[in-house]
């Protein structure tokens, strides 16, 4: 069994014990990071290889940044930066091999405010992600495309939907764009396994340092490969870690794959 989880870390320094325990409890054998917040000089590589993992990643200084991990193993890089814009300098895709799987963690444009800019800058985003995803599947290997995808797909991956009608994650576009994804081929790992529980991977904050639980979101998503499909035992979230202390507005999503297929 491989367990392949994402995790949107908020500031992987300021957050770094969270991680750490995390990661000590998890047993996933892959992890995907986002929005890491720091510089790649001072990402904290020996304290994430004193609990057993590898790592490469793609910092960029407060903002953005993605990483991967390997259980007892570094990741062999295969692409850093989504192709199809060579001015975008933004810190979102990171790609490796890793435990006979392609894995691509991403952070997909948040788009707010939107309309405007920002969120015509997350559908360009989003395009370039659906055409390079496509040469994925025709590679034809067993490959994950996971992370913080900044999108709600259905209503039922809101815990009150029309509290985001004016937000872009929940936007007509951003859904239309995940669901032009599935359509080409991409299967929702967790939607697999439930496919009509409200499941949740992200809470707002309160100013009294909890969470409210009424603003839950599903915008963490495992997407994989048809040929991954079949092998999709369980997934979930970890829902536990976003009440522990100083924690990130994003609990960790997984999926665990049966068997192991040579790339």
Known sequence: MTRVATFNVNGVN?????????????????????????SDEKFPEKAIEAVGYGAIWHGQKS?????????????????RGLPGDPDDTHSRYLEAEVDGLVVGCLYLPNGNPAP??????????????IAYGQLLLEENVPTVLCGDYNVVPTEIDAVVPHRWVGDAVYFPETRKAYADMLAGGWVDAVRTIHPEKGIYTYWNFTCRGG????????????????????????????????????????????VDLSGREPL
Not at 63 to 79: D, F, H, K, S, T
Not at 123 to 129: G, H, I, K, T, V
Not at 232 to 251: L, M, T
């Open 14 to 38: 300021g957050r770094l014990p969270v991680l750490l325990k995390w990661l000590s409890e998890t047993g996933a054998d892959i992890v995907c990071l986002q929005e890491l917040k720091t």
């Open 63 to 79: 903002y953005n940044g993605v990483a991967i991990l390997g259980r007892g193993q570094v990741p062999l890089e295969r692409r």
């Open 116 to 129: 405007g800019p920002k969120f015509e800058y997350k559908l360009r985003w989003f395009d370039r992600l």
């Open 211 to 254: 969470y409210d639980r009424s603003s839950g979101l599903r915008m963490d998503h495992l997407l994989v490969s048809p040929s991954l499909s079949g092998r999709i035992h369980s997934a979930g979230v970890d829902v536990e870690v976003r009440g522990w202390e100083k924690p990130s507005d994003h609990a960790p999503a997984w």
